[in-house]
């Protein structure tokens, strides 16, 4: 049930309730209290932004390809049907699923499934979101889900990465902290999976913990640093500023888009308040690892051929001080994305444009024109490497090689 490296949940189709029962009989479907907190772990678990096929009406019946830096994984059928689905699974084997990795035959998950931190969820969780789903409408469609290439088809080379990465267990509160801080953690570790994409990768796949949640690549996209980092980071967002964001998926300074836009709009923007509020303070807290230092100012020709591109094609949306709209059109001149080491997301929606995300909060969901075609690698490189270093912000200058890569890399991908 993982984003995909990235219909709602709250839609219709997915609220009907049906009698498919628990082989171990433990997920009660007629427990309405336990299916509507399975029906909310579900959305926090963010499980249909890879189990649903992006506009298809058979949602959680799998069959969507999830890329993985080995190769890609199809996501499998998840509705209660018996044959190809889970309908026949006995709740300790949906468990051991979800929560220690270990498929029905005995065999290993792939971590694409973030078995890794859906165990720090509780039994009660799991069988919760199990008597949910139980509850959807049966689907028939058999997936083949490993489509991986030999030697990482091998499953049982996961006992390996498990003695690396993996720590069974449930979440642990730190008593040093508060309740609310203590939920936020979980929700970010746990079902929120925040880490399957915002921290580094060894080579193996396996998170780099020394940088948590500091921003990652994957899927032609760079997902950024979300821990209080001054520069980098969260840091000049209030605790308002991130709820805003991860209710509207807008606020001051940016909108969602890309895969961050689909977390929103099936995950975050269904989410209580309160929950909302500790992801806040949870993320808030985490260390400031640049206390505000920045690179020098750079002074290369790029910037005055960038200032004349930005001031014709850029400021009338984002404005001449790249302050933007808020809510509407974002801040370059506040935004730490733009500025981050890795601005291959900042070229990717450049050179593809983008459209954010819309919600009932916030249902516009405006977008960005395209300019790959109208501005060459070189033109593409100095306007960025301009907004990178205006109005006070200081970054690296974008190297046009980093365009042509992720321009041919971008146009071998799906919008």
């Known amino acids: 049930m993982r984003k995909r490296y990235h219909g709602s949940l709250a839609g219709a189709a997915l609220l009907v309730l049906g009698t498919t029962s628990s082989v171990a009989g433990e997920a009660d479907p007629q427990d309405f209290t336990q299916l509507e907190r399975g029906r909310y772990l579900t959305i926090l678990s963010d499980c249909e932004s890879c189990h649903t096929v992006p506009g298809s009406n058979q949602p959680l019946a799998g069959g969507r390809s999830i890329e993985t ?151 032609g996209w760079s997902a950024p640093d979300i821990t209080n980092d001054t520069r980098l980071g969260l840091g000049k967002w209030s605790n308002e500023d991130l709820v805003s964001y991860l209710r509207s998926g807008h606020n001051r300074v940016t909108a969602a888009t890309g895969p961050m836009g689909e977390v929103v709009s099936l995950s975050t923007a269904h989410m209580r308040d309160p929950d909302l509020n500790a992801t806040a303070t949870y993320l808030k807290s985490l260390p400031d690892k640049s206390a505000g230092t920045s690179p020098p100012p750079i002074k290369v020709p790029a910037m005055m051929a960038g200032a004349a591109i930005y001031r014709d094609q850029c400021s009338a949306c984002h404005g001449l001080d790249g302050k933007g709209v808020a809510e509407l059109f974002p801040s370059v001149a506040d935004s730490s994305m733009t500025r981050s080491d890795d601005p291959s997301t900042s070229i990717r929606i450049v050179l593809r444009g983008a459209r954010s995300v819309g919600t009932s909060a916030q249902p516009t969901a405006p977008g960005m024109p395209s300019y790959g075609r109208q501005l060459d690698d070189n033109g593409v490189a100095a306007v960025l490497t301009y907004i990178r270093n205006s109005w006070g912000g200081t970054a690296s200058p974008v190297p046009s090689e980093q365009v042509s890569r992720v321009r041919r890399d971008t146009a071998l991908r799906p919008d």
Request: charged share 20%; with cysteine.
């Open 69 to 219: 830096p080995f190769g890609n994984i199809v996501a499998p059928n998840i509705t209660p049907d018996p044959e190809t689905g889970i309908g026949s699974w006995s709740d300790e084997q949906f468990d051991a699923a979800i929560r220690r990795g270990i498929r029905r035959d005995g065999s290993r998950l792939y971590p694409a499934m973030p078995y890794n931190a859906y165990t720090k969820m509780s039994r009660d969780d799991v069988l919760a979101i199990r008597a949910y789903l139980n509850s959807v409408q049966p689907v028939r469609n058999a997936v083949a889900a490993n489509t991986l290439p030999f030697p990482f088809s091998i499953r049982a080379s996961m006992r390996l990465w498990n003695a690396l990465y993996f720590r069974e267990g449930d979440y642990q509160p730190d008593p040093k902290q508060s309740a609310e801080w203590n939920r936020g953690a979980f929700l970010v570790d746990g079902p929120g999976h925040c880490g399957a994409c915002h921290t580094p990768k060894t080579m193996l796949g396996g998170d780099r913990t020394d940088q948590y949640l500091q921003g990652s690549y994957l899927q």
